[in-house]
């Protein structure tokens, strides 16, 4: 059995002194409070060995705070960002829903289900009723736990009129069949999507921690057969299908999260290719641009 300075040493010499304290205390934190059948090979020595290697923490954790949401994590789903914390908490605070006035969110590519999961969260009861599909089957699952641990029920569960609705699905952008589905008929009062981003090029020099682990789908925003578009295939995708299925209702809100200096290029398309000229561009907490909306 190591001991704990062993394993600090270990720690330290991958991340260094001041991290390795911090995160060997979040470490033993979960499996104190870590339930057997979620953390079931895990002690102490595998996690440091593990983080020293370069996994990222929340994968051996298998947690992550968002918001006042602790939200579960699996690998290869993509880990949620503070970036993306941050504007979901100012979207909740742009619109007004309520019961007498409920609303409609389409979520595309959501992952953990992180950004739904959050305004359902912060909306009143009774005020939202959100779908979000995703290609990856893992992601939908964890989408499915996450909504089962924050106590949002899906539209075909036992939700009633007061309770906030969250339905993921599983659904591939470029492909026609899934908005064909009932789930995703228009029209809807927002739409939200961080869509893969990274061109080809940037993928390249990603680093291991994340290259390594986290699903290369969730970070290539050029499919192999989409030619390269310098990362921006699903913004061209998501805004033509927002003017020809009329996915928005009028005075709708489209939110997309973009990539270091892809905002205005996103405007652009959000502009020409859905139709919606009023837009704004919004910065992240270390003043990038990073989120564009527009309003139908
Ligand atoms: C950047 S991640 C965002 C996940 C989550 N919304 C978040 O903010 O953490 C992009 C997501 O898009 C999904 N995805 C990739 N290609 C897709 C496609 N063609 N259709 C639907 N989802 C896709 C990935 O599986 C991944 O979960």
Redesign the pocket.
Known sequence: MPRPDHLLKTLAKAIGRDAAILELRWMKEALRVGRPERLPELNLETMVSRRAQGEPLQYILGTQPFGPLNLLIRPP?????PE?EHWTIRLSQTLTPSRDKPISLL??????G??PLLLCHLWPRGSVRAVG????AE?VQLSMDNAAVCGTPSASGAGTCDQNVFTPIL?????PA?WSSHLLRPSFDVIT?????ISREEYKSLPPSVKDYE?P???LGD?PDSGDQHGLS?YHRIAQLTAEMKLLKPRGLLVF?VGDKQAHDVRTIVQEEAGIRDTEIWQDPWGKERVVVGRS
């Open positions: 789903v993509l880990i949620p960002r993306t979520d595309i590519c959501t992952g953990s992180c950004i599909f995703d290609i990856s992601a659904g591939d952008v470029f492909h899934t999507s961080n869509p893969p981003y699903d789908r969730a970070l499919p699903f999260e």
